[in-house]
T-cell receptor
Framework: NAGVTQTPKFQVLKTGQSMTLQCAQDMNHNSMYWYRQDPGMGLRLIYYSASEGTTDKGEVPNGYNVSRLNKREFSLRLESAAPSQTSVYFC?????????????FGQGTRLTVV | GQQVMQIPQYQHVQEGEDFTTYCNSSTTLSNIQWYKQRPGGHPVFLIQLVKSGEVKKQKRLTFQFGEAKKNSSLHITATQTTDVGTYFCAGRSSGTYKYIFGTGTRLKVLA
């Protein structure tokens, strides 16, 4: 049972490059999220999707775009990477109304922008 | 906007000592969740509290939700080295779909 799978696990980008972080869940969850984690800042919500076909901004959406491709997949795109986007990115999913039930996290993507 | 703060940010304890982390929200929460993240790992769900004044226990861990549903605490009795990690609370404001994580408390247990 895979749960939430993120790819890649590690990535180094040069400033200005673009990339897409992939996330897929096999638990048939409606809600999916992208968080970034920086030292001393906890987890900050970038974007979330309460159901297939809907997305909404979280606390720190600037510099990111998302696509809820289908119920399973929720991708995060950096169009022009900046050093300030160096972080650990976590994708998560939950069943039903966001925050009312347990969220399951992927293993994370460690991104460095140089 | 909604803010969720945790104190302390860091805590070092001797093995066997107790530990408490506090979570405070700027808005009333419909529920609160607690997660644990081991070093280098990802957050893992521990528990959810929904009712005002609710107290739940999991072995040595005691979780409490405040009467006003704006704060919560996690208490660990007689810490062990396996308790090492960062503990996060996460709350959802009533009437919204967003839920926000607290800043986390990093616990180190010295053997």
């Amino acid at each position: 049972n895979a749960g939430v799978t993120q790819t890649p696990k590690f990535q180094v980008l040069k400033t200005g490059q673009s990339m897409t972080l992939q996330c897929a869940q096999d638990m048939n969850h409606n809600s999916m999220y992208w968080y970034r984690q920086d030292p001393g800042m906890g987890l900050r919500l970038i974007y979330y999707s309460a159901s297939e076909g809907t997305t909404d901004k979280g606390e720190v959406p600037n510099g990111y775009n998302v696509s809820r491709l289908n119920k399973r997949e929720f991708s995060l795109r950096l169009e022009s990477a900046a050093p300030s986007q160096t972080s650990v990115y976590f994708c998560a999913s939950s069943e039903g109304v966001p925050g009312q039930v347990e969220a399951f996290f992927g293993q994370g993507t460690r991104l460095t922008v140089v | 906007g909604q803010q969720v703060m945790q104190i302390p940010q860091y805590q070092h304890v001797q093995e066997g000592e107790d530990f408490t982390t506090y979570c405070n929200s700027s808005t009333t929460l419909s529920n609160i969740q607690w997660y644990k993240q081991r070093p280098g790992g990802h957050p893992v769900f521990l528990i959810q509290l929904v009712k005002s004044g609710e107290v739940k226990k999991q072995k040595r861990l005691t979780f409490q939700f405040g009467e006003a549903k704006k704060n919560s605490s996690l208490h660990i009795t007689a810490t062990q080295t396996t308790d090492v990690g960062t503990y996060f609370c996460a709350g959802r404001s009533s009437g919204t779909y967003k839920y926000i994580f607290g800043t986390g408390t990093r616990l180190k247990v010295l053997a």
